[in-house]
């Protein structure tokens, strides 16, 4: 990998890593923390289970977009591990929801040109 890689080289992302960096982007969140906020935010339309939470979490951390920082001193369960947005996880996040809402803007453009057929 290139030691700066440009936000687009990680696009488009996939829905589990779009869901995970949008349910980051407000505050440090502990993994079931994440599949809450990701069941919250989709309206329970996408869920993610622990094995496919924790596959994308390594690698966003070893792509430098999502960081490990530990455990809150007041958290009574020491187990409990929390992750942050990075600066570079940022910039690829609102680098997706400028090209999502040029798709989005694309397909009302079509649907409204487009006439009916008759069958």
Known sequence: MKENPSEHEFLPLSPATL??????????????????????QSEGRYKLGPGT???????LI??????EVGQKADEEDSRRRYYRLSSVGR??????????????????????????RRA
């Open 91 to 116: 910039a690829v996040l609102s680098a997706e929801a400028t090209r999502l809402e040029g798709v989005v803007r694309e397909a009302k453009s079509r649907l409204q040109m487009a006439k009916p």
């Open 53 to 59: 939470l924790y596959d994308n979490l390594q690698k």
């Open 62 to 67: 070893e792509r430098g977009l999502v960081q």
């Open 19 to 40: 869901h995970i960096l949008l349910s980051l982007a407000g505050e440090d969140k502990h993994g079931y923390g994440i599949m809450q906020e990701v069941t919250r």
